[in-house]
T-cell receptor, first 117, second 113 residues
Framework: AQTVTQSQPEMSVQEAETVTLSCTYD???????LFWYKQPPSRQMILVIR??????QNATENRFSVNFQKAAKSFSLKISDSQLGDAAMYFC??????????????FGTGTRLQVTL | DGGITQSPKYLFRKEGQNVTLSCEQN?????MYWYRQDPGQGLRLIYY???????QKGDIAEGYSVSREKKESFPLTVTSAQKNPTAFYLC????????????FGSGTRLTVV
């Protein structure tokens, strides 16, 4: 079974600065999808960014980008120009791409990001 | 607007009672999921369904039951057999492959009193 590990329970960043959240995963599969979700205080889960393992290019979405290291099984999220609205729990998630497998996501335990003035 | 609706937002249950959490989606998604969220444990999968009238156990199915009689609906029953039901419950849906991630509901906070 796949596992997802987020080793930083809490992180803090100053407004306008850059922060990187770490995520590692364990899998024997070669094809899969990785996701970062944001959960603000409202507790609504919001998809931040998605990466397909067969693509070498790192995904970017505005101020959010990932550093995907397939060999190291690492999938970190970089938030540039941090804003107060970025304060939230961030979850890393894994989904197998093996045909016929269920579409379920496996989540990490989350990193709480605090943004300070 | 398309989305997922979970109700109620807050639910209180007495010891020994069964309660049912509602989840409805109008996204025409085939797959639906129930996750439980506890502090420090992330999201853990309870049950999921990829097609009407079919569902599978997730990692922590004991004490829970589901049904999928309609594509739009995937209610979760927390039975009296669930020893520690106080938690935040999230419902989600996706296209059958789920390759683009899930759409989540806004959650139900269940408290045992």
């Amino acid at each position: 079974a796949q596992t997802v590990t987020q080793s930083q329970p809490e992180m803090s960043v100053q407004e306008a600065e850059t922060v990187t959240l770490s995520c590692t995963y364990d899998t024997s599969e070669s094809d899969y999808y990785l996701f970062w979700y944001k959960q603000p205080p409202s507790r609504q889960m919001i998809l931040v960014i998605r990466q397909e393992a067969y693509k070498q290019q790192n995904a970017t979405e505005n101020r959010f980008s990932v550093n995907f290291q397939k060999a190291a099984k690492s999938f970190s999220l970089k938030i540039s120009d941090s804003q107060l609205g970025d304060a939230a729990m961030y979850f890393c998630a894994y989904r197998s791409a093996i045909p016929g497998t269920a579409s379920k996501l496996t989540f990490g335990t989350g990193t709480r990001l605090q943004v300070t003035l | 607007d398309g989305g997922i609706t979970q109700s109620p937002k807050y639910l209180f249950r007495k010891e020994g009672q069964n309660v049912t959490l509602s989840c409805e989606q109008n996204l025409n998604h085939d797959a639906m999921y129930w996750y439980r969220q506890d502090p420090g444990q992330g999201l853990r999968l309870i049950y999921y369904s990829q097609i009407v009238n079919d569902f599978q156990k997730g990692d922590i199915a004991e004490g829970y039951s589901v049904s999928r009689e309609k594509k739009e609906s995937f209610p979760l029953t927390v039975t009296s057999a669930q020893k520690n039901p106080t938690a935040f419950y999230l419902c989600a849906s996706s296209s059958l492959g789920g390759y683009y991630g899930y759409t989540f509901g806004s959650g139900t906070r269940l408290t045992v009193v």
